[in-house]
C-alpha cells in the first residue's frame, strides 16, 4: 500500500521490493534528471525528500509523514522489505 498517492498529495510514495519509491516525482524533473522515478534505501533520505517537496509547496499528508517515521523507528533507519513485513494493521486492507 502506497504511503501517499496522487489526489490526496502532490507526490506518490510507495515501498518497493528494494527501497521506497518517489513515482513521477516533480523534483527530478525539475532537476533535469530523465528519470521522473526517484528510489531511496533510507527513511531519513526519503524523508529528507519529502520535505524538499514540501518546500516546493507541494501537499504530503501528515500520515505519510508519520508512518515513515513510525517505520523508521521500528526496524532503523535502512529500508529492508523483510524486516517491513508483516504490514502495520492500517495496511491489511490492501
Ligand atoms: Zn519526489
New binding site residues.
Partial sequence: MSYCRFGEAD?Y?YPSNTGIV??A????ESNGERERE?EFSSYSAVLD??R??QAKG?RVPDHAIERLKTEQQRIGDVYDVDKRYPPTPDEEDQ
Wanted: glycine fraction near 0%; charge should be neutral.
Fill in positions: 507526490i510514495l518517489c513515482c516525482c516533480d523534483l527530478a526517484r525528500h519529502v524538499q517537496h507541494h
